[in-house]
């Protein structure tokens, strides 16, 4: 079946730096991707929904240019928490979008700790 | 706007049937999908329903869709331990470009 590829699946770092997580479909191509972000014990929260070449689509509440995601090919997307605090710490999750049957796949998640 | 529901916890034991609801509020979703959260780790599509279907089952999967009601099911027949998970609905709303997640149902087996 169709992958998606998160990396890194988890990352450590200090506060003030910024910290990039990339989604990859390794099958297909995604003309949408999703980032979410799930808090301990919670569902799934949307941040923001990218289309190749276009700037991404925000949901209220999540700060644009705190959470940069760039979208740059079919296959390819990338969240990058800008100045990470620990309050930023959390999983967050990558789905793509396949092309015709709009299935949607997720990758295994990327857990970040801000110290 | 858009909501999906779900509640947040079952208990079934060991060889019975799970049944997990899923209720929402916009129907112009055009798929409707189950997935599975196990510890630590993202999220396993189990299946999903096209909005114009009312029922698809795949092995021990059911799943149901009433959209009058706007009530989908997921029945797991002959539950085992490893179905012990989070099962999460969630709404494909591509007019809006999003997919809406339920809170999760937490489903646990007994002996």
């Known amino acids: 079946g169709a992958v998606v590829s998160q990396h890194p699946s988890r990352v450590i770092c200090k506060s003030g730096t910024s910290v990039k997580i990339e989604c990859r479909s390794l099958?297909?191509?995604?003309?949408?991707m999703f980032w979410y972000r799930q808090f301990p014990k919670q569902s799934l929260m949307l941040m923001a929904t990218?289309?190749?070449?276009?700037?991404?689509?925000?949901e209220q509440g999540v700060e644009k240019d705190k959470f940069l995601i760039n979208h740059a090919s079919l296959t390819l997307s990338t969240l990058t928490v800008t100045s990470a605090h620990p309050e930023d710490s959390s999983f967050y999750i990558c789905?793509?979008?396949?092309?015709?049957?709009?299935?949607?796949?997720f990758g295994e998640g990327s857990r970040l700790t801000v110290l | 706007g858009e909501d999906v529901e779900q509640s947040l916890f079952l208990s079934v034991r060991e060889g019975d049937s799970s049944v997990i609801n899923c209720t929402y509020t916009?129907?112009?979703?055009?798929?409707l999908y189950w997935y599975k959260q196990e510890p630590g780790a993202g999220l396993q599509l189990l299946t999903y329903i096209f909005s114009n279907m009312d029922m698809k089952q795949d092995q021990r999967l059911t799943v149901l869709l009433n959209k009058k009601d706007k009530h989908l099911s997921l029945r797991i027949a002959d539950t085992q331990t490893g179905d012990s998970a989070i099962y999460f609905c969630?709404?494909?709303?591509?007019?809006?470009?999003?997919?809406?997640f339920g809170s999760g149902t937490r489903l646990s087996i007994r002996p």
């Open positions: 099958d297909f191509q995604a003309t949408t």
């Open positions: 916009d129907s112009s979703s055009t798929y």
């Open positions: 789905s793509a979008q396949k092309g015709g049957t709009g299935e949607l796949f």
């Open positions: 969630a709404g494909d709303y591509s007019s809006a470009s999003k997919i809406i």
């Open positions: 990218s289309n190749e070449g276009s700037k991404a689509t925000y």
